[in-house]
């Protein structure tokens, strides 16, 4: 069972969330993509002593998105891959919801994302892009249309087929 954490102090940032740390190969350079395809706000870095980043953290709407390059420091040693070196693949897919999925789709390919779903409207209740950002890694950009029961989700994922 987890840990019961209302006695630790925790920051409000992380208070409700898993937060996602990925690793790149260039975290400059992912960095920028981000803010120019999903207008991430850098909120801070810390420069890896041999060069390139060891940590930085970034948010997306109201998401935070750690990162840092896979052949930094820390990372190094503890045997961080980025999705590269891994024959381009990644078990991770990171979801994040916004208002206005369409334009996002629109802002991240004219950026340099790959469009692996255009946006679609889903069975679940929202419209969603998927797309495969410079570095390798899988985003499900979300915008909530409606809510719907379980017991209608279910009957949408069988017509679904």
């Known amino acids: 069972m987890p840990e019961d954490t209302t006695e630790i102090e925790i920051p409000d940032r992380y208070r409700y969330a898993v937060i996602p740390h990925i690793m790149v190969d260039d975290a400059a350079?992912?960095?920028?993509?981000?803010?120019?395809?999903?207008?991430?706000r850098e909120d801070f870095r810390i420069d890896a002593p041999g060069g390139?980043?060891?940590h930085a953290e970034i948010t997306i709407g109201r998401s935070v998105l750690m990162l840092g390059d896979a052949g930094a420091g820390e990372a190094e040693a503890a045997s961080f891959a980025a999705p590269t070196s891994l024959g381009g693949r990644?078990?991770?897919?990171?979801?994040v919801f916004?208002?206005?999925?369409?334009?996002?789709?629109?802002?991240?390919e004219a950026a340099g994302a790959e469009i692996v779903q255009p946006p679609t409207d889903m069975f679940h209740g929202d419209r969603t892009v998927i797309l495969k950002d410079p570095s390798?890694?899988?985003?499900?950009?979300?915008?909530?249309?409606?809510?719907?029961?379980?017991?209608e989700l279910r009957r949408r994922l069988a017509a679904a087929g």
């Open 98 to 108: 916004v208002p206005d999925v369409d334009a996002l789709a629109e802002r991240a």
């Open 52 to 54: 390139g980043i060891l």
């Open 29 to 40: 350079a992912a960095i920028d993509f981000y803010q120019r395809a999903f207008g991430a």
């Open 136 to 151: 390798g890694h899988l985003w499900v950009f979300l915008t909530h249309m409606e809510d719907i029961s379980q017991e």
């Open 90 to 95: 990644t078990s991770v897919t990171l979801h």
